[in-house]
């Protein structure tokens, strides 16, 4: 995507840590308002699945940087959101960057402040009319500073390993709830310990803890937040 951001869009940023519930709540955000929406982690997935598929070593970082300048993606959306394919070079890799594998590659890679830095105005781009929810780790604190409402989701890692592991199993996956556990709170540790871009609440960030929240709760507060903004 080349296209320049457009400022007169809004933005709302949802951030927070690994399996918090982000993308499926920005999905519904941005359905019920008709909005685009950014996978920011999409984009650190599949550099990394680029790196493995290239055997190019996650500690190689002006190889895995020019991966992210050079990265040819597509993500065609269809039925109104409802369901996006993800391609990279023409490969259809909308499942295989969910893996696990990919998942802590990206987070390696993701430390990389110049893999960061490379993705930067490819994330920007996606602020288009008529506006979009952008959903990671630094959307509020660096990609989109602006932005009209910042939410920060979190819900406690036994929760979280929890939904990952339903959302795994139900793609029929064989995935083990105590590795699924450790692995979350390995990423969190390493996601909130980095140097660059740390996964941190902005300070303007309205914290939504969704432990003991239904998914439809979450939608309807983050909509009546919006709205109360404007
Ligand atoms: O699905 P999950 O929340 O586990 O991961 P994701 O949102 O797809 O992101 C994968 C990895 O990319 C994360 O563990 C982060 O390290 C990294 N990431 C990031 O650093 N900044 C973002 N804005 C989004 C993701």
Redesign the pocket.
Known sequence: MNQKPDPAAPVITIDGP???G??TISALVARALGWQMLD???L??LVAYAALKHSIPLNDVAGLERLARKLNARFETRLNGRETTIYLDDENVTTAIRSEKC?NA??TV?AIPQVRTALLDRQRAFQQLPGLVA?????GTV?FPGAALKIFLTASAQERAKRRYKQLMEKGANVNLADLFNEIAE?DL??SQRAT?PLKPANDAVELDTTHMTIPAVVEYILKLYRERQ
């Open positions: 690994s399996a918090s982000k993308g920011s982690g999409a650190y997935r998942g990206a987070s993701a959903d990671g780790r630094d959307m990609v990423r390493r996601d871009a």
